[in-house]
């Protein structure tokens, strides 16, 4: 049974930092990209970034770019969103999903069934 686990969202105030943390398991992910994404109350899925399992390789959403990193520790099976300079408008429900989808330009862009797996999400509120 395949599982992500996302934690380490929470209250916090605005241009503070929070790590996130998306834990995989019940599959070997090696041929995976892991992305992350988040969704506001009232608007849409939105992508913010993914990691080719294998490679290491990154793809961001240009307006994210800068402020959010993601990364992988294949040993822990973990992949991590390092969130910086946080807004009130980064409020949102963040989720993390794998895909055997290439990690290419548009890898984001899919509606949100077509990703093999997704987290629960975990919140993230920003204060101001």
């Known amino acids: 049974q395949v599982q992500l686990i996302e934690s380490g969202g929470g209250l916090v105030q605005t241009g503070g930092s929070l790590r996130l943390s998306c834990a995989a398991s019940?599959?070997?992910?090696?041929?995976?990209?892991m992305g992350w994404f988040r969704q506001a109350p009232g608007k849409e899925r939105e992508f913010i970034a993914a990691?080719?399992?294998?490679?290491?390789?990154?793809y961001y959403a240009e307006s994210l770019r800068g402020r959010f990193t993601i990364s992988r520790d294949n040993a822990k099976n973990t992949v991590y969103l390092q969130m910086n300079s946080l807004k009130p408008e980064d409020t949102a429900v963040y989720y993390c999903?794998?895909?055997?989808?290439?990690?290419?330009?548009?890898?984001?862009?899919?509606?949100?069934?077509?990703?093999?797996?997704w987290g629960q999400g975990t919140q993230v509120t920003v204060s101001s």
């Open positions: 999903n794998a895909d055997q989808t290439l990690l290419s330009t548009g890898w984001g862009n899919r509606p949100p069934g077509e990703y093999d797996y």
């Open positions: 019940g599959r070997t992910f090696s041929t995976y990209a």
């Open positions: 990691i080719s399992w294998s490679s290491g390789d990154t």
